[in-house]
């Protein structure tokens, strides 16, 4: 899959600071499709602003946006999902107290000619999707809220696709999950990959990225230390990469 | 079987009418005068302005907001109907102009509420403070009459054998329920009631959505307040007290939640007639309106923590 030339979307040189502070000194990060491109870094490393920048909710300072190949502006969320850009948010962005096909419309409802939400079309849609991510869920009819959290992470994920997302911002989207969630979670992100959507996974999770992700970035203090292919490097070179915010010789004395 | 078939019963839609007629049930036994059609239009016809309130406040709540001031808002309503509709001489003037009142005064709870984002609670204590206040300075504190006589049959007219107010009520009861079953608005009311943030980053104005709760529980308002008016002929500036007490009642006796996210006009309507049967079952067995306040505080309590019960469960 990954033999698109041109990345999807590609950052160059982005840096901002929010007052003294520099929160990103000259980053440049790309993407392919199917690809899983994982971000990693402590605290204030920058990965969170580098990701809201692309997803439309801070500005950069300086630096340009390429999607496929030219240049694009993305000053709101709304150009940014008008490109095909979905975030999912840390914490569920579902409305409990709904039912599934409820969240998965939710504000792009299917009505029928005079207004009336058209429940029925809403659930076969639905099902439908569920069936071609391979997701089990018993009854749609549910409140979501009966739901475990690993599946209504995959209903929010699920529901930013099926809208024709190109690109999955993800922030740390297990962070709040058990340990057979998380795996459901996983197989779904994997799946997704192989439809050709490109992952922007941010995690604290070294193990979890390294058994996601093509390639990891890591960050440091705003600026980008280095990028490496899953199958070039080890966990140890990125701890290390993490910790000294240097790409030569790592720690390998022991 | 007969286990299993319990098991399947969906209390939470059964269980509000199942009290409902198991109460009106007690009062025909008690009393061989409240299964009559004379009382029963009666009763109608006096929950029909509680009604319109309780419908308004119904999408409120569902959107996880309060309007405690729509009691308050009836009184200046009525003043305002009965002073315009006496200057002027001309009824549907009054009539519109006390619709208007109503729907502007949820507008200002709307804005202050959706667009500044203070909390609900306390944005209408001030306007039901404030619209108390405007409804007794407006003829010093003193009730005006003299309205036209024809006005009187919206509130005290009939149409066959019912009430006018009755088939009123039902028709804003058909639109409401409705709206808030069926249309996209009404999904988003409940969305929001479930989880605001997650209907605004689906791109979903939740400022406007919960601004037109207000204007829409103003409106019915409006329409509650110009029919009670219409009954008595003359605008009061005390008609509404309490009323909002008993608005929030009947959306909670009828399921709604407090802080959002549950609640339909059926179980709302049941509230309403709930409230209006106890008074007037108690009425007809001559137990005090003291002690009818009692009753109904306790049934307020046990439904609220059936409420609570059943939110629990439902988290399991």
């Known amino acids: ?254 | 079987m007969f286990i299993q078939w319990i098991k399947g019963i969906d209390w939470q839609k059964v269980g509000i009418p199942l009290a409902f007629f198991t109460l009106c049930f007690i009062f025909t036994l008690s009393s061989n005068k409240f299964l009559t059609v004379r009382n029963l239009t009666n009763v109608a016809r006096q929950i029909s302005i509680l009604a319109f309130l309780s419908y308004g406040m119904t999408f409120v709540i569902v959107s996880g907001g309060i309007d405690i001031s729509v009691g308050s808002a009836v009184s200046l309503i009525s003043m305002v109907t009965g002073g315009m509709m006496v200057s002027s001489g001309n009824i549907p003037y009054g009539i519109l102009m006390g619709i208007l009142c109503g729907t502007l005064i949820g507008g200002a709870n709307g804005l202050l509420v959706s667009l500044i984002q203070l909390p609900p609670f306390i944005v209408t204590l001030g306007t039901m403070t404030i619209c108390s206040g405007v409804a007794l300075l407006y003829a010093d504190g003193m009730p005006i009459v003299g309205l036209p006589q024809g006005f009187g049959v919206i509130g005290s007219g009939y149409i066959g054998p019912i009430p006018i107010p009755v088939i009123i009520a039902f028709i804003f009861f058909l639109v409401s329920a409705f709206i808030l079953r069926f249309t996209a608005y009404g999904r988003y009311v409940l969305a929001i009631g479930g989880n605001e943030e997650a209907v605004r980053l689906s791109g979903i104005n939740t400022k406007l959505i919960k601004l037109i709760a207000y204007v829409l529980t103003g409106f019915l308002t409006g329409i509650g307040a110009v029919v009670l008016t219409s009954r008595i002929i003359s605008g009061y500036p005390n008609l509404g007290l309490g009323m909002e007490l008993q608005a929030i009642a009947a959306v909670v006796i009828g399921g709604g939640t407090l802080g959002g996210g549950y609640g339909t006009m059926t179980g709302t309507l049941f509230g309403v007639m709930m409230i209006g049967v106890i008074q007037n079952g108690l009425n007809i067995l001559g137990v005090s309106s003291f002690v009818q306040m009692i009753v109904i505080g306790v049934i307020i309590i046990t439904s609220v923590t059936y409420d609570v019960y059943r939110k629990k469960r439902l988290a399991e």
């Open chain 1, 1 to 254: 899959m990954k033999v698109a030339l041109t990345p999807i979307i590609e950052m160059k040189e982005i840096s901002k600071h929010f007052g003294g502070v520099q929160a990103l000194r000259e980053v440049s990060i790309d993407l392919y499709e199917g690809e899983i491109l994982g971000i990693v870094g402590h605290n204030g490393a920058g990965k969170s602003t580098l990701i809201k920048i692309l997803s439309g909710a801070y500005t950069a300072d300086t630096g340009k946006i390429y999607f496929r190949g030219k240049e694009v502006e993305i000053r709101t969320p709304k150009d940014s999902k008008a490109l095909g850009i979905e975030t999912i948010y840390q914490h569920l962005a579902l409305a409990d107290n709904l039912n599934v096909p409820a969240n998965v419309f939710l504000g792009r409802e299917i009505k029928n000619r005079v207004g009336i939400l058209d429940e029925r079309s809403m659930e076969k849609e639905t099902r439908q999707m569920l069936e071609r991510l391979k997701l089990k869920i018993s009854s749609l009819k549910v409140r979501v809220l009966k739901l475990s959290g690993g599946q209504r992470q995959c209903i929010a994920i699920s529901r930013a696709v099926y809208f024709n997302a190109k690109i999955l911002i993800m922030d740390e989207p297990t962070a709040a999950l058990g340990v057979q969630e998380t795996e459901r979670v996983h197989d779904l992100m994997q799946h997704l990959k192989n439809e050709g959507i490109g992952i922007i996974l941010i995690s604290h999770d070294l193990h979890d990225v390294f058994k996601l992700s093509d390639r990891i970035a890591v960050m440091k203090n705003g600026v980008l230390v280095g990028i490496k292919k899953i199958n070039e490097t080890t966990k140890d070179e990125v701890l290390a990469m993490i910790i000294l915010g240097k790409q030569e010789k790592p720690l390998k004395q022991n």
